[in-house]
Protein backbone atom coordinates (compact mmCIF):
# COMPACT_ATOMS: atom_id res chain seq x y z
CA UNK A 1 0.00 0.00 0.00
CA UNK A 2 1.30 3.06 -0.99
CA UNK A 3 1.61 5.72 2.56
CA UNK A 4 1.22 9.54 1.81
CA UNK A 5 2.73 11.70 4.55
CA UNK A 6 1.63 15.20 5.03
CA UNK A 7 3.35 18.21 6.36
CA UNK A 8 2.78 20.22 8.41
CA UNK A 9 -0.14 18.88 10.33
CA UNK A 10 -1.23 22.28 11.39
CA UNK A 11 0.15 25.91 9.69
CA UNK A 12 -0.86 28.92 10.87
CA UNK A 13 -1.30 31.75 8.65
CA UNK A 14 -2.90 35.32 8.05
CA UNK A 15 -5.24 36.14 5.57
CA UNK A 16 -3.87 37.38 2.35
CA UNK A 17 -0.37 35.57 2.98
CA UNK A 18 0.97 32.62 0.89
CA UNK A 19 -0.03 29.01 2.44
CA UNK A 20 2.73 25.94 1.21
CA UNK A 21 2.07 22.31 2.38
CA UNK A 22 3.47 19.31 1.52
CA UNK A 23 2.39 16.00 0.56
CA UNK A 24 4.87 13.05 0.01
CA UNK A 25 3.88 8.90 -1.36
CA UNK A 26 5.95 5.84 -0.05
CA UNK A 27 6.54 5.06 -3.42
CA UNK A 28 5.98 6.76 -6.92
CA UNK A 29 2.62 8.01 -7.74
CA UNK A 30 3.33 9.34 -11.25
CA UNK A 31 0.71 11.91 -11.73
CA UNK A 32 -1.60 10.54 -10.16
CA UNK A 33 -1.83 12.52 -7.32
CA UNK A 34 -5.41 14.68 -6.21
CA UNK A 35 -5.97 17.53 -3.67
CA UNK A 36 -9.03 17.93 -1.36
CA UNK A 37 -10.37 20.77 0.71
CA UNK A 38 -13.07 20.07 3.84
CA UNK A 39 -14.34 22.32 6.43
CA UNK A 40 -15.80 21.59 9.44
CA UNK A 41 -19.03 19.66 9.26
CA UNK A 42 -18.65 19.53 4.76
CA UNK A 43 -18.34 17.35 2.78
CA UNK A 44 -14.55 17.27 0.93
CA UNK A 45 -14.21 19.07 -2.07
CA UNK A 46 -12.03 17.82 -5.29
CA UNK A 47 -9.67 21.14 -5.82
CA UNK A 48 -6.96 19.70 -7.98
CA UNK A 49 -6.14 16.60 -9.97
CA UNK A 50 -3.48 15.02 -11.76
CA UNK A 51 -0.85 16.76 -9.70
CA UNK A 52 -1.89 20.66 -10.84
CA UNK A 53 -5.18 20.42 -12.64
CA UNK A 54 -7.43 22.70 -11.05
CA UNK A 55 -11.45 21.21 -10.94
CA UNK A 56 -13.90 23.08 -12.44
CA UNK A 57 -14.76 26.29 -10.53
CA UNK A 58 -11.60 26.29 -8.52
CA UNK A 59 -9.50 29.96 -7.97
CA UNK A 60 -6.36 30.44 -9.61
CA UNK A 61 -4.97 30.87 -5.94
CA UNK A 62 -5.05 27.30 -5.63
CA UNK A 63 -1.65 25.44 -7.15
CA UNK A 64 -0.33 22.10 -7.06
CA UNK A 65 3.13 21.35 -8.47
CA UNK A 66 5.58 18.40 -7.80
CA UNK A 67 6.49 14.66 -9.50
CA UNK A 68 7.27 11.33 -8.14
CA UNK A 69 6.85 10.58 -4.55
CA UNK A 70 6.98 14.73 -3.30
CA UNK A 71 4.23 17.34 -3.92
CA UNK A 72 2.74 21.04 -3.08
CA UNK A 73 -0.28 23.03 -2.98
CA UNK A 74 0.11 26.47 -2.49
CA UNK A 75 -2.51 28.94 -2.05
CA UNK A 76 -1.36 32.19 -3.04
CA UNK A 77 -3.32 34.62 -0.75
CA UNK A 78 -5.17 33.04 1.48
CA UNK A 79 -8.90 34.01 1.61
CA UNK A 80 -10.98 33.73 5.27
CA UNK A 81 -12.57 30.63 2.95
CA UNK A 82 -9.43 28.95 2.86
CA UNK A 83 -8.91 27.49 6.09
CA UNK A 84 -9.73 24.27 6.44
CA UNK A 85 -8.19 20.73 5.93
CA UNK A 86 -6.50 19.67 2.89
CA UNK A 87 -5.66 16.03 1.90
CA UNK A 88 -3.79 14.75 -0.90
CA UNK A 89 -4.64 11.95 -2.34
CA UNK A 90 -2.84 8.83 -4.68
CA UNK A 91 -4.27 7.29 -7.34
CA UNK A 92 -1.77 5.76 -8.89
CA UNK A 93 -2.52 2.22 -7.56
CA UNK A 94 -6.22 2.29 -8.15
CA UNK A 95 -7.98 0.20 -8.04
CA UNK A 96 -7.47 -2.13 -5.73
CA UNK A 97 -6.70 1.59 -3.32
CA UNK A 98 -6.94 4.90 -3.12
CA UNK A 99 -4.69 6.53 0.25
CA UNK A 100 -5.36 9.34 1.46
CA UNK A 101 -2.66 11.63 3.44
CA UNK A 102 -3.81 12.78 6.99
CA UNK A 103 -4.25 16.11 6.49
CA UNK A 104 -2.84 19.71 6.76
CA UNK A 105 -5.38 22.51 8.54
CA UNK A 106 -4.75 25.83 7.64
CA UNK A 107 -5.94 28.21 10.66
CA UNK A 108 -6.06 31.48 11.16
CA UNK A 109 -2.58 32.80 12.87
CA UNK B 1 -27.97 19.96 -10.75
CA UNK B 2 -25.26 17.08 -10.23
CA UNK B 3 -25.99 15.45 -6.58
CA UNK B 4 -25.44 12.43 -3.92
CA UNK B 5 -27.50 12.25 -0.99
CA UNK B 6 -26.70 9.46 1.27
CA UNK B 7 -29.17 7.59 4.06
CA UNK B 8 -29.37 5.01 6.47
CA UNK B 9 -27.02 5.52 9.02
CA UNK B 10 -27.43 5.43 12.39
CA UNK B 11 -26.73 3.22 15.80
CA UNK B 12 -25.78 -0.07 15.87
CA UNK B 13 -24.46 -2.66 18.17
CA UNK B 14 -21.23 -4.27 17.10
CA UNK B 15 -21.57 -7.49 15.12
CA UNK B 16 -24.92 -5.69 13.62
CA UNK B 17 -25.40 -4.71 10.03
CA UNK B 18 -26.61 -1.98 7.95
CA UNK B 19 -27.12 -1.13 4.79
CA UNK B 20 -26.92 2.49 3.34
CA UNK B 21 -28.04 4.54 0.34
CA UNK B 22 -26.74 7.32 -2.32
CA UNK B 23 -29.38 8.45 -3.96
CA UNK B 24 -27.67 10.18 -7.41
CA UNK B 25 -29.37 12.77 -9.25
CA UNK B 26 -28.69 15.31 -12.57
CA UNK B 27 -26.10 12.37 -13.63
CA UNK B 28 -25.97 8.12 -14.71
CA UNK B 29 -24.20 6.72 -11.57
CA UNK B 30 -23.88 3.25 -13.60
CA UNK B 31 -21.62 5.37 -15.94
CA UNK B 32 -18.86 5.84 -13.53
CA UNK B 33 -17.06 4.57 -10.92
CA UNK B 34 -19.08 4.89 -7.50
CA UNK B 35 -17.29 4.92 -4.22
CA UNK B 36 -17.52 4.72 -0.80
CA UNK B 37 -15.55 6.69 1.64
CA UNK B 38 -15.41 7.08 5.59
CA UNK B 39 -14.32 9.63 8.31
CA UNK B 40 -13.64 8.19 11.62
CA UNK B 41 -14.58 11.10 14.58
CA UNK B 42 -11.84 13.53 14.15
CA UNK B 43 -9.28 11.69 11.80
CA UNK B 44 -8.95 12.07 8.16
CA UNK B 45 -10.46 10.16 5.23
CA UNK B 46 -10.47 6.46 4.40
CA UNK B 47 -11.75 5.06 0.96
CA UNK B 48 -14.06 2.36 1.41
CA UNK B 49 -15.20 0.40 -2.05
CA UNK B 50 -15.72 1.25 -5.34
CA UNK B 51 -17.59 0.04 -8.09
CA UNK B 52 -17.68 0.27 -11.69
CA UNK B 53 -18.00 -1.29 -15.27
CA UNK B 54 -21.22 -3.04 -14.27
CA UNK B 55 -20.53 -5.35 -11.36
CA UNK B 56 -16.18 -4.98 -11.04
CA UNK B 57 -16.03 -3.91 -7.09
CA UNK B 58 -13.12 -3.35 -4.81
CA UNK B 59 -12.54 -3.43 -1.04
CA UNK B 60 -10.12 -1.55 1.15
CA UNK B 61 -8.79 -4.50 3.60
CA UNK B 62 -10.25 -3.43 6.45
CA UNK B 63 -13.40 -4.05 5.59
CA UNK B 64 -13.15 -7.24 2.89
CA UNK B 65 -15.59 -10.00 3.22
CA UNK B 66 -17.88 -8.00 5.74
CA UNK B 67 -19.11 -4.63 3.31
CA UNK B 68 -21.00 -5.50 -0.22
CA UNK B 69 -21.12 -2.53 -2.93
CA UNK B 70 -24.05 -2.47 -4.97
CA UNK B 71 -25.78 -0.18 -7.63
CA UNK B 72 -29.50 -0.23 -8.80
CA UNK B 73 -29.54 1.75 -12.23
CA UNK B 74 -33.11 1.83 -12.42
CA UNK B 75 -32.97 4.10 -9.26
CA UNK B 76 -29.48 5.41 -10.06
CA UNK B 77 -28.61 4.32 -6.39
CA UNK B 78 -25.50 2.96 -4.75
CA UNK B 79 -25.44 0.89 -1.51
CA UNK B 80 -23.10 -0.23 1.05
CA UNK B 81 -24.26 -3.32 2.45
CA UNK B 82 -21.85 -3.22 6.17
CA UNK B 83 -22.61 -6.58 8.46
CA UNK B 84 -20.12 -7.67 11.08
CA UNK B 85 -19.86 -4.36 12.33
CA UNK B 86 -17.43 -3.15 14.64
CA UNK B 87 -16.52 -0.26 17.24
CA UNK B 88 -13.60 1.08 14.70
CA UNK B 89 -16.24 1.06 11.83
CA UNK B 90 -17.66 4.36 13.51
CA UNK B 91 -17.96 7.47 10.69
CA UNK B 92 -19.48 9.06 8.76
CA UNK B 93 -19.93 8.28 5.51
CA UNK B 94 -19.65 9.75 1.67
CA UNK B 95 -20.28 8.43 -1.60
CA UNK B 96 -18.16 9.89 -4.13
CA UNK B 97 -18.48 9.93 -8.10
CA UNK B 98 -15.50 9.30 -9.87
CA UNK B 99 -15.41 10.04 -13.61
CA UNK B 100 -12.26 8.86 -14.10
CA UNK B 101 -10.60 6.40 -12.21
CA UNK B 102 -9.63 7.96 -8.53
CA UNK B 103 -10.33 11.20 -9.44
CA UNK B 104 -13.76 11.67 -6.69
CA UNK B 105 -15.24 14.84 -8.12
CA UNK B 106 -18.73 14.86 -6.40
CA UNK B 107 -19.46 14.09 -2.95
CA UNK B 108 -22.69 13.70 -0.78
CA UNK B 109 -23.02 15.28 2.53
CA UNK B 110 -22.64 11.57 4.18
CA UNK B 111 -24.42 9.89 6.81
CA UNK B 112 -23.42 8.95 10.07
CA UNK B 113 -22.96 5.11 11.16
CA UNK B 114 -22.11 4.55 15.37
CA UNK B 115 -21.15 1.21 16.36
CA UNK B 116 -21.55 1.18 19.86
CA UNK B 117 -23.04 -1.24 22.87
Known amino acids: EIVMTQSPATLSVSPGERATFSCRAS??????LAWYQQKPGQAPRLLIY???TRATGIPARFRGSGSGTDFTLTISSLQSEDFAVYYC???????????FGGGTTVEIK | EVQLVESGGGLIQPGGSLRLSCAAS????????MNWVRQAPGKGLEWVSV???????HYADSVKGRFTISRDTSKNTLYLQMNSLRVEDTAVYYC???????????WGPGTTVTVSS
Open chain 1, 50 to 52: GVS
Open chain 2, 96 to 106: ARAPLPGILDV
Open chain 2, 51 to 57: TFSGDTT
Open chain 2, 26 to 33: GFTASSNY
Open chain 1, 89 to 99: QQYNNWPPALT
Open chain 1, 27 to 32: QSVNNY
